[in-house]
Protein backbone atom coordinates (compact mmCIF):
# COMPACT_ATOMS: atom_id res chain seq x y z
CA UNK A 1 0.00 0.00 0.00
CA UNK A 2 1.17 3.27 -0.90
CA UNK A 3 0.84 5.62 1.66
CA UNK A 4 1.52 9.58 0.63
CA UNK A 5 2.69 12.06 3.80
CA UNK A 6 1.41 15.67 2.40
CA UNK A 7 2.27 18.98 3.14
CA UNK A 8 0.65 21.91 2.22
CA UNK A 9 2.78 24.97 3.20
CA UNK A 10 2.24 28.09 3.02
CA UNK A 11 -1.02 29.16 3.15
CA UNK A 12 -1.67 32.98 2.85
CA UNK A 13 -4.36 34.46 4.76
CA UNK A 14 -5.42 38.23 5.83
CA UNK A 15 -5.39 39.27 9.43
CA UNK A 16 -7.03 41.50 11.14
CA UNK A 17 -4.42 44.03 10.44
CA UNK A 18 -5.29 43.28 6.75
CA UNK A 19 -1.88 42.22 5.48
CA UNK A 20 -0.89 38.94 4.47
CA UNK A 21 0.81 36.38 6.54
CA UNK A 22 1.43 32.37 5.39
CA UNK A 23 0.85 29.94 8.43
CA UNK A 24 2.96 27.00 7.85
CA UNK A 25 2.07 23.27 9.45
CA UNK A 26 5.78 23.38 11.18
CA UNK A 27 5.26 19.90 12.57
CA UNK A 28 2.33 17.53 13.50
CA UNK A 29 2.81 19.03 16.91
CA UNK A 30 3.01 22.84 16.83
CA UNK A 31 2.33 25.58 14.24
CA UNK A 32 3.77 28.28 12.48
CA UNK A 33 3.86 31.48 11.18
CA UNK A 34 6.37 31.76 8.41
CA UNK A 35 6.95 33.20 5.05
CA UNK A 36 9.45 30.51 4.45
CA UNK A 37 9.46 26.93 3.98
CA UNK A 38 9.80 24.18 6.34
CA UNK A 39 10.39 20.80 5.92
CA UNK A 40 8.69 18.99 8.55
CA UNK A 41 11.07 16.54 9.98
CA UNK A 42 8.40 14.68 12.54
CA UNK A 43 6.00 13.89 9.31
CA UNK A 44 9.38 13.22 7.76
CA UNK A 45 9.90 10.74 10.70
CA UNK A 46 7.04 8.69 10.97
CA UNK A 47 7.17 8.63 7.16
CA UNK A 48 10.00 6.75 7.71
CA UNK A 49 8.80 3.96 9.96
CA UNK A 50 6.25 2.43 6.95
CA UNK A 51 6.80 0.51 4.11
CA UNK A 52 6.14 2.53 0.63
CA UNK A 53 5.42 5.64 2.31
CA UNK A 54 6.33 9.01 0.22
CA UNK A 55 6.72 12.47 1.12
CA UNK A 56 4.93 15.23 -1.14
CA UNK A 57 5.10 18.89 -1.20
CA UNK A 58 1.99 20.64 -2.59
CA UNK A 59 4.26 23.90 -2.03
CA UNK A 60 6.77 22.62 -4.38
CA UNK A 61 4.56 20.34 -6.98
CA UNK A 62 1.43 20.50 -8.18
CA UNK A 63 -1.62 18.08 -6.87
CA UNK A 64 -1.63 16.79 -10.35
CA UNK A 65 1.92 15.39 -10.02
CA UNK A 66 0.37 13.32 -6.43
CA UNK A 67 -2.08 11.90 -8.70
CA UNK A 68 0.32 10.49 -11.16
CA UNK A 69 2.02 8.59 -8.58
CA UNK A 70 -1.57 6.93 -7.33
CA UNK A 71 -1.02 7.06 -3.90
CA UNK A 72 -3.77 4.45 -1.71
CA UNK A 73 -3.75 6.33 1.26
CA UNK A 74 -2.78 10.39 1.92
CA UNK A 75 -1.87 11.93 5.43
CA UNK A 76 -1.71 15.16 6.22
CA UNK A 77 -1.96 17.82 9.32
CA UNK A 78 -4.27 20.27 10.52
CA UNK A 79 -3.86 22.70 13.18
CA UNK A 80 -6.39 24.32 15.23
CA UNK A 81 -6.48 28.11 14.07
CA UNK A 82 -9.84 28.54 12.44
CA UNK A 83 -10.40 29.61 9.09
CA UNK A 84 -7.22 28.17 8.52
CA UNK A 85 -8.12 24.94 9.85
CA UNK A 86 -11.17 25.12 7.14
CA UNK A 87 -8.98 26.67 4.15
CA UNK A 88 -6.42 23.68 4.62
CA UNK A 89 -9.09 20.83 4.86
CA UNK A 90 -10.57 22.72 2.05
CA UNK A 91 -7.77 22.67 -0.59
CA UNK A 92 -6.66 19.10 0.61
CA UNK A 93 -10.11 17.96 0.00
CA UNK A 94 -9.73 18.89 -3.86
CA UNK A 95 -6.74 16.90 -3.95
CA UNK A 96 -7.31 12.78 -5.37
CA UNK A 97 -10.62 13.58 -3.89
CA UNK A 98 -11.09 9.44 -4.93
CA UNK A 99 -8.51 8.49 -2.11
CA UNK A 100 -8.77 8.07 1.58
CA UNK A 101 -7.45 10.59 3.64
CA UNK A 102 -6.21 10.87 7.33
CA UNK A 103 -6.00 13.34 9.21
CA UNK A 104 -3.18 14.25 11.90
CA UNK A 105 -5.11 15.98 14.62
CA UNK A 106 -3.02 18.90 16.00
CA UNK A 107 -3.24 18.85 18.65
CA UNK A 108 -5.41 15.74 19.58
CA UNK A 109 -8.16 16.88 21.21
CA UNK A 110 -9.57 18.40 17.98
CA UNK A 111 -10.42 15.00 16.59
CA UNK A 112 -14.04 15.46 17.21
CA UNK A 113 -13.78 18.67 14.99
CA UNK A 114 -11.50 17.47 12.34
CA UNK A 115 -13.75 14.37 11.57
CA UNK A 116 -17.08 16.90 11.59
CA UNK A 117 -15.62 18.77 8.69
CA UNK A 118 -17.42 18.81 5.47
CA UNK A 119 -16.76 16.93 3.44
CA UNK A 120 -15.76 14.49 6.40
CA UNK A 121 -12.36 13.13 6.02
CA UNK A 122 -11.72 9.31 5.95
CA UNK A 123 -10.22 9.61 9.44
CA UNK A 124 -8.57 11.33 12.04
CA UNK A 125 -5.51 9.97 13.73
CA UNK A 126 -4.63 10.91 17.45
CA UNK A 127 -0.79 10.41 17.57
CA UNK A 128 2.16 9.72 15.78
CA UNK A 129 0.59 7.23 13.17
CA UNK A 130 2.68 4.49 13.24
CA UNK A 131 1.74 3.62 16.62
CA UNK A 132 -1.74 3.48 14.97
CA UNK A 133 -0.85 1.77 12.03
CA UNK A 134 0.97 -0.83 13.49
CA UNK A 135 -1.48 -3.58 11.91
CA UNK A 136 -1.84 -1.72 9.00
CA UNK A 137 -1.45 -4.44 6.39
CA UNK A 138 -5.26 -4.38 6.25
CA UNK A 139 -6.93 -4.02 3.15
CA UNK A 140 -9.83 -3.17 3.95
CA UNK A 141 -10.18 0.50 4.92
CA UNK A 142 -13.31 0.99 6.09
CA UNK A 143 -12.79 -2.39 8.97
CA UNK A 144 -9.00 -0.92 9.73
CA UNK A 145 -10.68 2.18 10.89
CA UNK A 146 -13.27 1.20 12.98
CA UNK A 147 -11.06 -1.11 14.68
CA UNK A 148 -7.38 0.80 15.17
CA UNK A 149 -6.85 2.99 18.44
CA UNK A 150 -6.59 6.66 18.19
CA UNK A 151 -8.72 7.21 15.19
CA UNK A 152 -12.01 9.29 14.84
CA UNK A 153 -14.35 9.63 12.00
CA UNK A 154 -18.26 10.66 11.13
CA UNK A 155 -20.28 8.24 8.91
CA UNK A 156 -24.15 7.91 8.27
CA UNK A 157 -24.48 6.86 12.03
CA UNK A 158 -22.89 9.70 13.52
CA UNK A 159 -20.04 10.51 15.34
CA UNK A 160 -17.03 7.50 16.13
CA UNK A 161 -13.72 7.60 18.34
CA UNK A 162 -11.40 4.73 19.28
CA UNK A 163 -9.80 4.82 22.59
CA UNK A 164 -7.18 7.16 22.42
CA UNK A 165 -3.42 6.45 22.30
CA UNK A 166 -0.45 7.76 24.08
CA UNK A 167 2.37 9.93 22.26
CA UNK A 168 4.89 7.69 21.00
CA UNK A 169 7.60 9.98 19.70
CA UNK A 170 10.36 7.66 21.90
CA UNK A 171 9.54 4.88 19.82
CA UNK A 172 9.89 6.46 16.45
CA UNK A 173 13.13 4.78 14.56
CA UNK A 174 15.67 6.69 12.40
CA UNK A 175 14.53 9.13 10.12
CA UNK A 176 14.94 8.82 6.36
CA UNK A 177 15.57 11.79 4.41
CA UNK A 178 16.26 10.56 1.56
CA UNK A 179 12.37 10.22 1.24
CA UNK A 180 12.51 13.68 0.30
CA UNK A 181 13.03 14.56 -3.55
CA UNK A 182 16.41 16.18 -4.52
CA UNK A 183 14.63 18.50 -6.38
CA UNK A 184 12.86 19.85 -2.67
CA UNK A 185 15.99 20.72 -0.97
CA UNK A 186 16.05 23.55 -3.10
CA UNK A 187 13.26 25.39 -1.55
CA UNK A 188 13.52 24.68 2.22
CA UNK A 189 14.86 27.23 4.33
CA UNK A 190 14.78 25.52 7.17
CA UNK A 191 14.51 21.81 9.13
CA UNK A 192 12.09 21.21 11.53
CA UNK A 193 13.80 18.56 14.01
CA UNK A 194 11.53 17.21 17.02
CA UNK A 195 13.25 16.29 20.15
CA UNK A 196 10.53 16.53 22.99
CA UNK A 197 6.86 16.15 22.55
CA UNK A 198 4.44 17.51 25.24
CA UNK A 199 4.86 19.12 28.40
CA UNK A 200 5.42 17.19 31.74
CA UNK A 201 4.10 20.62 33.98
CA UNK A 202 0.27 21.08 32.80
CA UNK A 203 0.05 24.93 32.81
CA UNK A 204 -3.88 25.61 32.46
CA UNK A 205 -3.71 27.85 29.78
CA UNK A 206 -1.60 25.81 27.30
CA UNK A 207 -2.99 23.61 24.24
CA UNK A 208 -0.01 21.53 24.57
CA UNK A 209 0.79 20.51 27.36
CA UNK A 210 -1.85 21.44 30.12
CA UNK A 211 -5.22 21.22 27.51
CA UNK A 212 -7.68 18.62 29.16
CA UNK A 213 -7.99 17.39 25.93
CA UNK A 214 -4.46 17.40 25.08
CA UNK A 215 -2.31 14.31 25.58
CA UNK A 216 -0.06 15.27 28.57
CA UNK A 217 2.50 12.27 28.46
CA UNK A 218 6.35 13.91 27.83
CA UNK A 219 8.39 12.10 25.92
CA UNK A 220 11.48 12.55 24.41
CA UNK A 221 13.37 10.61 21.59
CA UNK A 222 16.24 8.95 22.68
CA UNK A 223 19.75 10.77 22.69
CA UNK A 224 21.59 8.59 20.35
CA UNK A 225 18.23 8.55 18.52
CA UNK A 226 18.41 12.31 17.69
CA UNK A 227 22.26 12.41 17.14
CA UNK A 228 22.15 9.47 14.83
CA UNK A 229 19.59 11.28 12.92
CA UNK A 230 21.51 14.71 12.69
CA UNK A 231 24.62 12.69 11.94
CA UNK A 232 22.84 11.40 8.49
CA UNK A 233 20.93 14.88 7.83
CA UNK A 234 24.84 16.00 7.69
CA UNK A 235 25.64 13.36 5.30
CA UNK A 236 22.61 14.39 2.97
CA UNK A 237 23.15 18.28 3.10
CA UNK A 238 26.29 17.47 1.97
CA UNK A 239 24.66 15.43 -1.12
CA UNK A 240 22.40 17.75 -2.20
CA UNK A 241 22.83 21.08 -1.15
CA UNK A 242 25.88 21.09 -3.60
CA UNK A 243 25.07 24.88 -5.01
CA UNK A 244 22.55 26.14 -2.20
CA UNK A 245 24.62 28.18 0.49
CA UNK A 246 23.04 27.09 3.48
CA UNK A 247 19.75 25.73 5.03
CA UNK A 248 18.77 26.46 8.62
CA UNK A 249 17.89 23.64 11.50
CA UNK A 250 15.50 24.43 14.34
CA UNK A 251 14.66 21.77 16.90
CA UNK A 252 11.21 21.37 18.56
CA UNK A 253 12.69 20.73 22.09
CA UNK A 254 11.16 22.08 24.81
CA UNK A 255 11.47 21.63 28.65
CA UNK A 256 15.30 20.07 28.06
CA UNK A 257 16.09 20.89 31.52
CA UNK A 258 14.26 18.01 32.65
CA UNK A 259 16.26 15.22 32.37
CA UNK A 260 19.98 15.22 33.00
CA UNK A 261 20.20 11.64 32.31
CA UNK A 262 19.38 12.67 28.78
CA UNK A 263 21.49 15.62 28.78
CA UNK A 264 24.38 13.74 29.78
CA UNK A 265 24.14 11.39 27.33
CA UNK A 266 23.25 13.98 24.51
CA UNK A 267 26.16 15.80 25.67
CA UNK A 268 28.58 12.43 25.49
CA UNK A 269 27.27 11.87 21.83
CA UNK A 270 27.43 15.96 20.31
CA UNK A 271 29.78 18.07 22.06
CA UNK A 272 32.62 17.17 19.18
CA UNK A 273 29.99 17.79 16.14
CA UNK A 274 27.52 20.16 18.08
CA UNK A 275 24.46 21.72 16.05
CA UNK A 276 23.19 24.62 17.02
CA UNK A 277 19.58 24.79 18.25
CA UNK A 278 17.21 26.32 20.44
CA UNK A 279 14.96 24.88 23.03
CA UNK A 280 12.87 25.35 25.76
CA UNK A 281 13.90 25.19 29.64
CA UNK A 282 11.72 25.62 32.42
CA UNK A 283 12.70 27.87 35.69
CA UNK A 284 11.68 25.36 37.85
CA UNK A 285 14.47 23.41 36.94
CA UNK A 286 17.33 25.67 35.91
CA UNK A 287 21.55 24.73 37.04
CA UNK A 288 24.69 25.33 36.35
CA UNK A 289 25.20 21.84 34.93
CA UNK A 290 22.38 21.84 32.65
CA UNK A 291 22.87 25.01 31.15
CA UNK A 292 26.85 24.46 30.77
CA UNK A 293 26.52 20.80 28.94
CA UNK A 294 23.63 22.03 26.77
CA UNK A 295 25.83 24.85 25.17
CA UNK A 296 28.80 22.36 24.63
CA UNK A 297 26.20 20.47 23.13
CA UNK A 298 25.01 23.67 20.99
CA UNK A 299 22.24 25.09 22.33
CA UNK A 300 22.29 28.47 21.28
CA UNK A 301 19.46 29.85 22.65
CA UNK A 302 17.58 28.84 26.14
CA UNK A 303 13.67 29.85 25.79
CA UNK A 304 11.68 29.89 29.10
CA UNK A 305 8.55 30.82 29.80
CA UNK A 306 8.45 33.34 32.83
CA UNK A 307 4.72 34.07 32.39
CA UNK A 308 4.35 36.39 35.92
CA UNK A 309 5.87 38.26 38.56
CA UNK A 310 4.25 37.36 41.33
CA UNK A 311 3.21 34.11 43.24
CA UNK A 312 -0.57 34.80 43.17
CA UNK A 313 -0.22 34.87 39.06
CA UNK A 314 1.60 32.08 38.82
CA UNK A 315 -0.50 30.10 40.86
CA UNK A 316 -3.70 30.91 38.51
CA UNK A 317 -1.68 29.50 35.38
CA UNK A 318 -0.59 26.67 37.14
CA UNK A 319 3.55 27.28 36.81
CA UNK A 320 5.72 24.95 38.40
CA UNK A 321 7.97 28.08 39.54
CA UNK A 322 7.79 30.64 42.03
CA UNK A 323 9.31 33.94 42.23
CA UNK A 324 12.14 32.91 44.04
CA UNK A 325 12.80 30.34 41.60
CA UNK A 326 12.64 33.31 39.02
CA UNK A 327 15.16 35.19 40.80
CA UNK A 328 17.48 32.11 41.26
CA UNK A 329 17.09 30.60 37.64
CA UNK A 330 17.64 34.55 36.45
CA UNK A 331 21.21 35.05 38.21
CA UNK A 332 22.13 31.26 37.00
CA UNK A 333 21.07 31.71 33.28
CA UNK A 334 23.36 35.70 33.31
CA UNK A 335 25.99 33.93 35.49
CA UNK A 336 26.34 31.38 32.51
CA UNK A 337 26.19 33.88 29.99
CA UNK A 338 24.05 31.72 27.98
CA UNK A 339 21.84 33.65 25.11
CA UNK A 340 18.65 33.12 26.75
CA UNK A 341 15.10 34.88 26.49
CA UNK A 342 12.07 34.88 29.21
CA UNK A 343 8.34 35.82 27.75
CA UNK A 344 6.30 37.67 30.34
CA UNK A 345 2.62 37.26 29.24
CA UNK A 346 0.72 39.97 28.93
CA UNK A 347 -1.89 39.70 30.76
CA UNK A 348 -5.38 37.72 30.39
CA UNK A 349 -5.50 35.30 33.44
CA UNK A 350 -7.68 36.91 35.58
CA UNK A 351 -5.34 39.14 36.47
CA UNK A 352 -6.60 42.41 38.65
CA UNK A 353 -5.06 45.68 38.22
CA UNK A 354 -3.81 45.70 41.53
CA UNK A 355 -2.23 42.36 41.00
CA UNK A 356 -0.29 43.95 38.09
CA UNK A 357 0.99 46.52 40.34
CA UNK A 358 2.31 44.26 42.49
CA UNK A 359 4.64 43.19 39.61
CA UNK A 360 6.48 46.04 39.81
CA UNK A 361 6.83 45.71 43.53
CA UNK A 362 8.57 42.76 42.71
CA UNK A 363 10.36 44.14 39.65
CA UNK A 364 12.10 46.43 42.39
CA UNK A 365 12.85 43.47 44.47
CA UNK A 366 14.35 41.76 41.78
CA UNK A 367 16.86 44.59 40.95
CA UNK A 368 17.67 44.82 45.47
CA UNK A 369 18.57 40.88 44.84
CA UNK A 370 21.09 41.51 42.52
CA UNK A 371 19.68 41.54 39.05
CA UNK A 372 20.89 43.91 37.53
CA UNK A 373 20.34 42.88 34.02
CA UNK A 374 17.59 40.37 32.08
CA UNK A 375 16.10 39.75 28.66
CA UNK A 376 12.26 39.23 29.48
CA UNK A 377 10.09 39.99 26.11
CA UNK A 378 6.23 41.05 26.68
CA UNK A 379 4.36 38.26 24.96
CA UNK A 380 0.72 38.88 24.06
CA UNK A 381 -2.54 38.17 26.57
CA UNK A 382 -3.33 34.61 27.10
CA UNK A 383 -6.04 32.86 24.96
CA UNK A 384 -8.50 30.84 26.00
CA UNK A 385 -7.91 28.26 23.05
CA UNK A 386 -10.81 25.43 23.08
CA UNK A 387 -10.38 22.27 25.75
CA UNK A 388 -7.59 23.86 27.78
CA UNK A 389 -8.64 24.76 31.70
CA UNK A 390 -8.62 28.08 31.49
CA UNK A 391 -11.27 28.21 28.70
CA UNK A 392 -13.60 25.42 30.99
CA UNK A 393 -13.52 27.88 34.11
CA UNK A 394 -12.61 31.07 32.54
CA UNK A 395 -12.02 33.61 35.68
CA UNK A 396 -13.58 36.65 33.96
CA UNK A 397 -15.69 37.64 30.69
CA UNK A 398 -14.24 36.76 27.21
CA UNK A 399 -14.39 38.52 23.98
CA UNK A 400 -13.26 37.29 21.04
CA UNK A 401 -9.38 37.98 19.65
CA UNK A 402 -9.56 37.60 15.63
CA UNK A 403 -5.98 38.36 15.81
CA UNK A 404 -5.35 35.35 17.51
CA UNK A 405 -8.53 33.43 16.34
CA UNK A 406 -9.62 32.66 20.13
CA UNK A 407 -11.35 34.16 23.30
CA UNK A 408 -9.43 36.34 25.71
CA UNK A 409 -10.12 38.05 28.76
CA UNK A 410 -12.06 41.41 27.98
CA UNK A 411 -10.26 43.83 30.05
CA UNK A 412 -6.42 42.96 30.31
CA UNK A 413 -5.67 46.44 31.99
CA UNK A 414 -2.97 47.41 29.11
CA UNK A 415 -1.95 50.75 30.73
CA UNK A 416 -1.02 48.81 33.88
CA UNK A 417 1.13 46.25 31.85
CA UNK A 418 2.38 49.21 29.88
CA UNK A 419 3.81 50.44 33.24
CA UNK A 420 5.49 46.72 33.88
CA UNK A 421 7.41 46.82 30.74
CA UNK A 422 8.40 50.52 30.98
CA UNK A 423 9.84 49.83 34.48
CA UNK A 424 11.79 46.40 32.89
CA UNK A 425 13.13 48.59 30.36
CA UNK A 426 14.12 51.16 32.89
CA UNK A 427 16.03 48.54 34.83
CA UNK A 428 17.76 46.93 32.29
CA UNK A 429 15.52 43.72 32.71
CA UNK A 430 13.74 44.12 29.33
CA UNK A 431 15.17 42.03 25.93
CA UNK A 432 16.23 45.28 23.46
CA UNK A 433 16.45 42.66 20.64
CA UNK A 434 13.04 41.12 19.01
CA UNK A 435 12.70 37.70 19.13
CA UNK A 436 13.79 35.46 16.08
CA UNK A 437 14.89 31.76 15.63
CA UNK A 438 18.42 31.51 15.74
CA UNK A 439 20.01 31.50 12.83
CA UNK A 440 21.52 27.99 12.35
CA UNK A 441 23.40 27.67 9.11
CA UNK A 442 24.16 23.81 7.36
CA UNK A 443 27.31 24.99 5.14
CA UNK A 444 27.14 22.54 1.86
CA UNK A 445 30.81 21.89 0.65
CA UNK A 446 30.78 23.94 -2.71
CA UNK A 447 31.76 22.02 -5.81
CA UNK A 448 34.45 23.26 -8.47
Not at 14 to 27: G, K, L, Q
Not at 173 to 188: E, R
Not at 209 to 216: I, K, L, N, P, Q
Amino acid sequence: MKVAFVTHQPIKVRTESHTENAFVVAEDCCWALTRKRHLPAALLAVASQMKDAFFFDLSIEPPENLEILKPDLIIYSLLPLFPIVKTLHSIMSNVCRDIPKIVLAVPPGYMEDYARLEPNPFCVVYSEPEAVFSDFQIDNLIEWRAHSKGTAWVDDEGFHKTEPLKTCLHDIKGTNWDLVPSSYWFHYDRIIYQITKGCPWGCNFCVWGGSTVTDRTFRMRPAEQVATDLASLRKTIDRYLKLLESISLYTLSAQLTTDIKWIREYHSLMQEQSYPFMGNINLHEVTEEKLELLSQSGMSIFSAGLEALTDPLLKKLNKPHDFEDIIRSIKILNKSDVNYQLTLMGGGYGETKDEVKDCLDNIEIMRKKGIDHSKITIGGPVIYYKGTVIEENPPEELVYDRRHAGFRQKDIHIAEWAEVSEKLREYNLLDKTAFSYPVTRLRARRIG
